[in-house]
């Protein structure tokens, strides 16, 4: 089973569709043949990949489209990588930190803010969240009383 970081997995995990894996990986690019989803996720099958134990070579790896396959899938929400690297700015315009991390909990995404001299985990939560500028590489929070004290 796996867990999609997109909120519209169903475009994405269909058949035909090349998957890369992580950059920390040697596999080479791999062909989606079938996908459906589960309780908590999705089951997939990859093309060349005929059974369980051919499928253990795969666990633990990250699956990526092509960036602008994604693009082209429409909505105007940012990916998650492309988060890591923003500045995180209070409403007052105060800079809290550098975005270094992108976590996807089983609770909802969360992002590492590296400050001065320690980081902080901060809850992706529209609620939280006043504007998000890629362009500009900053992100405009309005967080809980406390998270960042």
Do not use: C, K
């Amino acid at each position: 089973m796996i867990r999609s970081l997109t909120a519209r997995a169903e475009d994405v995990f269909t058949p035909g569709r090349i998957l890369y894996a992580s950059a920390d990986s040697d596999a080479p690019p791999i062909t989606l043949s079938t996908a459906r989803t589960t309780h908590g996720g999705w089951l997939i099958r990859l093309e060349g990949v005929a059974d369980r134990t051919a499928a253990e070579r795969w666990r633990g790896t990250e699956l990526w489209a092509e960036h602008d396959e994604q693009t082209a899938l429409g909505g105007d929400a940012p990916f998650a990588g492309d988060l890591v690297g923003l500045s995180m700015h209070l409403l007052d315009g105060t800079v809290i930190g550098t975005v270094s991390n992108y976590f996807d909990l089983p609770q909802g995404p969360v992002l590492e803010v590296e400050r001065a001299d320690d980081s902080v985990l901060f809850p992706l939560r529209s609620e939280f969240v006043a504007r998000i500028d890629t362009d500009r590489g900053i992100i405009v929070v309005d967080p809980p009383t406390g998270l960042f004290d």
